[in-house]
């Protein structure tokens, strides 16, 4: 299942203050790709949340995984559509009901990586809360410049981390795709979060690993950078990554963000 419930490309949010006049507006999609049989990618992208979870297990074991991390995801009160009151403890409290869930449905056989962007509000402010389990990507481009937030939980980000191989040898290495933390099995599920302020302009790119495995940073920059409308935005990136191979599912979120002028952080 493609999941991606009650999606809502076109949000606005107004703090009781009136700090935090915003809106949001996103675009997004997902491709099977042109090797792989089935996809296993799932997404959920409404105001507050936007995230890609990307299945792995085979037998379309992981295509139940990404579905139930995300529909588990959609079942928070605190992530009900307009709301802003989540925190990093809150949505972790949601992904262990996730991961039991996967492992209780699939007998720890299947797993599901999670990466994307749920926006909150604190003191008045709207911020981006970042979160990441896995080797699926959340990206800011902002002022022209593409930023990685999320940090693969991975083998090869391991080694880079180490000082052993360069970014530029991750990107080629024969074991870039075997993620170190994923919900539903292995022993460890907790995610990483970021707490970024959320200011006009921003752009969040949330994507599985079929987009940046086939597409270089510079090459989704130039795509960001061009493409001012973000659902044209998510088709071009997507269509760039099949034209590159294609070889695995491919799932895209892109997120623009617009304070109201004259609006004051407090």
């Known amino acids: 299942m493609n999941s991606q419930p009650d999606a809502a490309p076109d949000a606005a949010g107004t703090s009781p203050g009136g700090t935090a006049d915003f809106s949001l507006t996103c675009g997004y999609g997902t491709d099977r790709g042109l090797r792989r049989e089935e996809n296993e990618d ?7 949340i936007f995230a890609v979870a990307d299945g792995m297990g085979g037998h379309e074991a992981g295509e139940v995984a990404s579905g139930i991390c995300v529909h588990t995801l959609a079942a928070a009160p605190q992530l009900a559509a307009g709301e802003r009151t989540a925190t990093a403890a809150v949505v972790q409290q949601y992904l262990d009901q996730a991961d039991q869930a996967i492992r209780d449905a699939t007998g720890s056989r299947a797993g599901t990586t999670l990466s994307g962007v749920v926006v909150v509000e604190q003191l008045g402010a709207p911020y981006w809360l970042v979160l990441n389990i896995g080797d699926s990507r959340t990206y800011r481009y902002s002022r022209g410049g593409l930023a990685q937030v999320s940090v693969d939980h ?11 191989i360069s970014q530029e040898d991750a990107a080629v290495h024969p074991r870039r795709h075997v993620v170190t933390r994923v919900l539903g099995t292995g022993d460890e599920s907790g995610a990483d979060y970021w707490l970024l302020p959320l200011e006009d302009g921003d752009r969040i790119l949330v994507c599985s690993d079929g987009l940046n495995g086939e597409l270089s940073d510079g090459q989704i920059a130039d795509i960001l950078g061009a493409q001012a409308d973000p659902q044209a935005a998510v088709d071009e990136l997507i269509q760039a990554a099949l034209r590159s191979g294609g070889r695995d599912n491919v799932t895209a979120i892109v ?5 109201a002028s004259g609006a ?3």
């Open 154 to 164: 991975s083998e090869v980000q391991e080694l880079v981390d180490a000082g052993q």
């Open 264 to 266: 004051a952080r407090s």
């Open 42 to 48: 799932s997404y959920i992208a409404y105001d507050p």
């Open 255 to 259: 997120v623009d963000a617009h304070v």
